[in-house]
């Protein structure tokens, strides 16, 4: 299996920009997480989706911030317009609904000038 | 919510000792307890799990205890190697959502 694929791995952007994070979970799993990760908040979940549909999206920061799975192989994340503070590493992860042990990508290293 | 607290952040100890990280949550309902391990510029890595079923479960040098009572779970690491050196999450779940809910890390360093 090759696991959670996330592309791109790195990002510069230039503040005001749109950026689209793109994320694959493992095949055969049916809920799918977008994380951020930066040394001053550590790890913080995002969004979750099961089933394609989004459960909770409590840890979106803002409306700049949006989610989409439109089908069980491939979710976005997308943020616009970007802003340095967003600079981060986000993680994508994926499980069997039921199962709980949840996988991770490789990440998307974002940075915003 | 749920409110997971992990201690120490920094555990330094050298090779061949063991290490013991802790954490504490807040809701009841919990009892899925995951121990992620996160190399420098690596993604997170489930190392081992344990469910309120049960108090102790092992793997190899890898240990996790809990104490549903206490609200509290610790990952024990025997014989310490350089190679155990990263960060390490706890974190905690419930049967009704699926999310986990993190600890704040410990970074463990073992020292030659």
């Known amino acids: 299996d090759a696991g959670v694929i996330q592309s791109p791995r790195h990002e510069v952007t230039e503040m005001g920009q749109e950026v689209t994070l793109r994320c694959k979970p493992i095949?055969?799993?049916?809920?799918l997480f977008w994380y951020r990760q930066t040394m001053m908040r550590g790890l913080e979940l995002l969004i979750y989706?099961?089933?394609?549909?989004?459960?909770?999206d409590s840890g979106m920061p803002e409306d700049r911030f949006s989610a989409k799975m439109p089908n069980a192989s491939f979710s976005t994340l997308k943020i616009q317009p970007s802003e340095p503070r967003d600079s981060a590493v986000y993680f994508c992860?994926?499980?069997?609904?039921?199962?709980?042990?949840?996988?991770f990508g490789p990440g998307t290293r974002l940075t915003v000038t | 919510g749920e409110n997971v607290e992990q201690h120490p952040s920094t555990l330094s100890v050298q090779e061949g000792d063991s290490a013991v990280i802790k954490c504490t949550y807040s809701?009841?309902?919990?009892?899925?307890f995951p121990w992620y391990k996160q190399e420098l510029g690596k993604r997170p890595q489930l190392i081992i799990d344990?469910?309120?079923?049960?108090g102790e479960k092992k793997d190899q040098r890898i240990a996790v205890t809990l104490n549903k009572t206490a609200k509290h779970f610790s990952l024990h690491i025997t014989e310490t190697q350089p190679e155990d050196s990263a960060v390490y999450f706890c974190?905690?779940?419930?049967?009704?959502?699926?999310?986990?809910?993190f600890g704040t890390g410990t970074r463990l360093t073992v020292i030659p």
């Open positions: 974190a905690a779940s419930n049967s009704g959502a699926n999310n986990l809910f």
């Open positions: 989706f099961n089933n394609n549909v989004p459960i909770d």
């Open positions: 344990i469910r309120s079923n049960v």
């Open positions: 992860a994926s499980s069997l609904l039921g199962a709980r042990e949840q996988y």
């Open positions: 095949s055969g799993h049916n809920s």
């Open positions: 809701d009841s309902a919990s009892n899925y």
